[in-house]
């Protein structure tokens, strides 16, 4: 499928040297919508299910993107990881 693929590909590009948490380290499980900026200029829809901030205070999230069949951790970039309002919130 073409966009599993192109989703694999953003996702393998922001994990790149993104490290994984330990498991004993304190996760947030969360859910929370997402639209991650894709280089041709578009949103690509996808979801925050964890967040965890190491030692260094670098935060990662663990994400999944619509598209792409397993999350991976990678580092919390706001300029291209926009958390998106929902109702209530």
């Known amino acids: 499928m073409r ?29 929370r919508p997402v639209a991650v900026s894709h280089h041709a200029g578009w949103p690509w829809p996808g979801t925050v299910t964890a967040w965890w901030t190491g030692p260094s205070g670098t935060t990662l999230c663990r994400l999944r993107l619509s598209g792409a069949p397993a999350p991976r951790w990678v580092v919390h970039d706001p300029d291209r990881i926009a958390l998106l309002v929902q109702e209530g919130i």
């Open 3 to 31: 966009g599993e693929s192109a989703a694999m590909r953003l996702l393998e590009e922001l994990a790149t040297g993104c490290p994984s948490p330990d498991p004993d380290d304190r996760i947030q499980h969360a859910y």
